[in-house]
């Protein structure tokens, strides 16, 4: 069902990306590509790529999820859960609390996973990077060579510096990564997702209706299957007001989230982009330093809230650009 909001598991209900999902099956059966890195934008299929063809390869796999990560004991708590759960049995009575940051105390699980050639995902992995996770992932990279690791990130700058491409001093540089890339649905690509969804759901969407959500929700295929969802269920203006008006309320507080307490300064900067800039249009609206606008522009860049194109910013999702 291309329409399920949530993550997909089956490669008849993921849309397209044939040749990302040929790409990544070939690397993640070659022996000699032992760290894959799947980066874009926050709702353009990442994690419904990763897991579709992993379960359509049968590749038994772990999964962590960054955003449910907060600590170095966590970590290793739930990768000994994960690891449970593939021996089938539970481990009891083990407590994490002030564990020290050791590899031997979790030596057992690793090399389980790499005799049994077990693939680790970790999901937002550039969010355990002040947990020091790089660190172990090197170790794994380096000690355990039939674990293959993938990891993912929305945010694109985030994740090359969590894989050290640029520091020499990072644990993982000089590691070899194969890199894929996930992107926006053209307007083309964006109006066959709608048709086909429609078709294998017998419910028609009007082609009207699809080219004003379109306009609305440009290739952001996340929101396009939200808009789907509701679009089952309720009359065009009714759903794609509320996928909107969802979208919105994520979205910016996504951004609040990532702004902390700079949030008038960066709210100031987005707004002058409402439409897609140049640096010296944005300096002369936001009344910002070159140094300041620099770094605020740089860091919302590498966190995928803004995108540059040759020399100009804008604001890589619609429904964050309609909540300002």
């Known amino acids: 069902m291309y329409f399920d909001p949530q993550a997909k598991q089956k490669l008849e209900d993921f849309y397209n990306f044939e040749v990302l999902q040929q790409e990544l099956k070939k690397v993640l059966e070659d022996p000699h590509t032992p760290l894959i890195a799947v980066h874009g934008l926050r709702r353009t299929g990442k994690t419904s790529l990763i897991r579709v063809v992993l379960n359509a390869s049968r590749k038994k796999y772990v999964w962590l999820d960054g955003r449910e990560i907060v600590s170095r004991n966590e970590f290793f708590l739930k990768l000994s859960e994960e690891v449970s759960k593939l021996r089938r049995f539970e481990i009891k009575g ?63 700058g ?22 894929l890339s996930t992107r926006r649905l053209t307007k083309e690509e964006g109006l066959h997702f709608l048709r086909e969804g429609s078709k294998k759901l017998d419910t028609p969407i009007k082609e009207e209706e699809i080219l004003d959500a379109i306009q609305s929700l440009d290739g952001i295929i996340g929101w396009l299957t939200k808009y789907g969802w509701y679009r089952l269920r309720l009359p065009h203006k009714t759903a794609l007001q509320k996928t909107i008006e969802d979208g919105k309320h994520v979205a910016y507080a996504e951004f609040l989230s990532f702004a902390a307490r700079s949030e008038k300064k960066y709210l100031r900067i987005l707004k002058t982009m409402k439409e897609g800039d140049r640096w010296e249009e944005i300096k002369k609206r936001a009344q910002t330093s070159d140094t300041q606008l620099g770094e605020m522009l740089k860091r919302m860049v590498d966190y995928g809230f803004v995108e540059k194109a040759e020399q100009t910013y804008r604001i890589s999702d619609p429904l964050l650009e309609a909540s300002l």
């Open 94 to 156: 083990i407590s994490l609390k002030g564990v020290s940051w050791s590899l031997d105390l979790h030596k057992k699980d690793l090399d389980f996973l790499n005799k049994q050639k077990i693939t680790l995902v970790i999901d937002e992995v550039q969010l355990l990077k002040k947990m020091k996770v790089d660190y172990l992932l090197a170790s794994i990279y380096d000690n355990h060579p039939q674990i293959k690791i993938v990891v993912s990130g929305s945010e694109r």
């Open 158 to 179: 985030m994740l090359v510096n969590f894989l050290g491409q640029a520091n020499a001093k990072a644990p993982l540089y000089g590691r070899a990564v194969f890199e």
